[in-house]
């Protein structure tokens, strides 16, 4: 028996008649021989309306209950997909994260897979059942629900098409695929037919959201190709699989993010350092661009976090402020641009022309870091938009 | 260490300030040397808006899939009340039913529960933490999620009250406890303090819903007494417990049930009417006070349901009068008036009483039913709330 797994974004089962015309096109795929394994998400907005209604209650939920809260989104829709389903006579069973074997660490909010055991997938499949999985969500060794994270449906998807030997991992979402940029802010963005995990990852861990970094991360471990789709537009695709990169094509994309935190640190005390560190990471706040330097006895540190994610940011950046005081400056409203591509820092033609463009239309740089991959700068959030446009022009319009 | 479980039904944690307001109520009772456990409804009119959804999608969705939808309702309230709980420095844990070790069978929508396994409540306890339950639900021996009928949160609370040993289980709602008759249709209703479990029972069996007739059984068989009280009007309540009944009471209270439908079956084949009990059973469609006649070659039978809480009802009718046709009648708009008592068969006073006062006052039945513990009498729904009020000012008002 050949598996497909196939997975639906919010966006795709937002209400009563997406869902009914999801289960139209399962049972277009539904066939002898075929196991169809369905990752849904929660509906539309569904998990922003969680957290809302959790912040009504507490400013700082405890995390492994914001899990528990958040995780029934997940299974609204896949019990109201399996009941459309059943409507067109297939045959087909929900399934929790947890009844799917997905077993994760204990990190809460933002849970490792570490194990997937699919014996009552299988199970369910051999009966000629189409599964529809809660994505998202998983089971630590402790039996506590867990959440995978912004994204979190893809790894759910990848995770068991992998664990299960899928022929194909369907990615379905209001995109229909990966472009060199964001096409709802560069009008002339190109459609990529194919691309790299390495590439993809690339992407994912600068700011696109088409799909999630650990997601791809799973796929390149199995050699599972991801075909990357719109829910009601089909046509177009990305396949996102290995393939050899052949000659260097130099800058293929430009991706950003936003809401970024550029954090300042001065002290006297590598102590209080350590400290600010260890808070960051119980916050499970990422660091990223650090730099740190000691003048005689004055440390001086710098780095950006990017927590838009993280529904207690409100709360830890109140207690940061009064533990650390003067020694800790938040500045906000920047944003990253990065130039994705192979071979970027083989010399520095790219990153000297970049700057060039940018500064010769009066954009503010605030901060760059290179690696082979990748070119990104900080920019204040005002320029992002006309950055990101100038770059995409020059780096992949005009070439 | 002492055990207490309070249950708090879906009007008492219907929004945000009334889950803080039991936050700080839970708080109260917490000490040292005290283990709390809180069962917890779904907010409001969450199950009903399920339903809803569920109708959205399909006119008769599948009994496990519904389940897996209606649990979630449970589970929201629980990871709120543990979300304020913390706010005030409580430690709290939310578990699922199935964390708890509520073993089911596989009745879903109407499972019983057959075993408790409590192991992680204990051990949760033991570490001090209060452990908020998500009530009505509990996992079959086929690890699939399951609902345990109207009501019943109400048993999972004594469930567990038994399985733990409790001292005692404490049900809130917005009632202060039981009454001679609903005091929103009779201004006289009187408040009863203590009621036996048989007693209880016998009203729950017939309409009253302030307590769940599993959850009465249960504590029956563990001599685990009730409080029931109101949650946010503490000062009354009414204690179910064993007590030796004395002497016989006669009427305490005036019970009933609404949409009442009477069945009436008449064929030639006994084969239909089996296959009608298969059908009805099939639909989780409780009959009532059977009559059943063969006269000559034919047959003839009449029975109750009151399919009000069976979402699928519609589509069974609908069935049920396509596969029957001319065999099958469905009288509807019935109602029944229970008169709840002891040794009300000892002689016929009170059945000739009852008749006689609803007769003088215009009332037509059609259909009585008699044991030691009840008279049931079958009137016309728009007549029900006058009966009551005869009945309960003769026998309870009087007395």
Redo the contacts between chains.
Sequence with gaps: MQIIVQKYGGSSVAD?VK??LIAKKISEVTKKDTGVVVVVSAMGKTTNQ?IE??K???EN??R???D??L??GE??T???L???L??LGIDS??L?GS?CGIITDDRHNNARVIEVRPF?VQDELAKNKVVVVGGFQGVSYK?D?TTLGRGGSDTTAVALAAALNAERCEIYSDIDGVYSADPSLVENAKHLKEISYQQMQEMSSNGAVVLNSQAVQFAKEKNIAIYARSTFKPGNETVVRNFPSGKSKGVFAVVYENNIIKVLFNSKSEKSFNDLLNNLEQGQIQIKELNYYLFGNNLSASFLISPKDHYNWGKLEHNLREIYKDELIFEKDYSTLSLIGEGLNKDNTVLIESKKILRENKINIFGISTTSYRISILVNKEQLEQSINLCHKNWIENE
């Design positions: 009563f869902i009914k969680f209604m959790a009504n209650i507490s939920p405890p492994r209950e914001m528990m809260l995780s029934t299974r609204i896949m019990s109201l399996c009941m459309a059943n409507e069973i929900s929790t009844q009552r039996r629900i």
